[in-house]
């Protein structure tokens, strides 16, 4: 199983600085919404974190918190940033049980080929303690595609998220909102919270 688009790997291997060190007015409502479910000090897996602003946020809240992307050259820029490791761990490589009270993945698994998907999230199950919750975005659409940068995304509907979670989540909760992304093109986007049945 291939979990990551290869095209979309170079892409971040590429621009990894710039990508990392973009100057942006950025939000944490999101992140904020879903950290406010959580215990201080729990134990977080931060999957795709880029140059690292949500595990730097994470971290001042006083969060044990896990960064990782697929991506070396982003784990390397994320690290500097943090001043605590940044491990190199793609999707098909997660191979934790029963390890984390949350897994947090903002717009990185909509990467994944949607054959993979449901491979994929069946490991963030399996990497999450009985009653974790998982955070995870998507930008919406119909049928897989690439953008302007020639990056894959799957584009799911909600429909077909659903069924790629499956059964093994006692909870799914899909809210659609606008946004954008690097691209700057205005993005319908799926936000979706899990939490791993007891």
Same mark, same amino acid.
């Given at each position: ?23 942006? +007015?950025?939000?944490?409502?999101? &992140?904020?919404?879903? #950290?406010? *479910?959580?215990? /201080? ?5 931060? @999957? ?62 909509? +990467?994944?080929?949607?054959?993979? &998907?449901?491979?994929? #999230?069946? *490991?963030?199950? /399996? ?5 974790? @919750? ?65």
């Amino acid at each position: 199983m291939v979990a990551e688009d290869q095209d979309t790997l170079r892409f971040y291997s590429e621009e990894a600085e710039t990508y990392a060190n973009r100057i942006e +007015h950025r939000s944490y409502e999101r &992140l904020d919404s879903f #950290l406010i *479910r959580l215990t /201080r000090n729990c134990s977080i897996l931060e @999957l795709g974190c880029g140059g690292g602003d949500d595990s730097a946020r994470m971290l001042a809240l006083g969060f044990d918190v896990t960064p990782t992307d697929g991506s070396p050259e982003l784990a390397y820029q994320a690290e500097k940033r943090l001043g605590v490791p940044a491990k190199v761990l793609k999707f098909d490589q997660i191979k934790d049980r029963s390890k984390f009270d949350a897994v947090w993945a903002n717009a990185c698994l909509l +990467h994944v080929p949607r054959p993979n &998907l449901a491979a994929i #999230l069946q *490991r963030i199950e /399996r990497a999450l303690k009985s009653g974790g @919750l998982f955070y995870a975005s998507y930008k919406a659409g119909k049928q897989e595609g690439r953008d302007k940068f020639g990056r894959y995304y799957n584009y799911p509907s909600p429909e077909w998220l659903r069924q790629a979670y499956g059964s093994s989540w006692s909870l799914v909760e899909i809210k659609n909102y606008m946004g954008s992304g690097y691209d700057n093109e205005p993005t319908e986007w799926l936000d979706v919270i899990a939490t791993k049945a007891r």
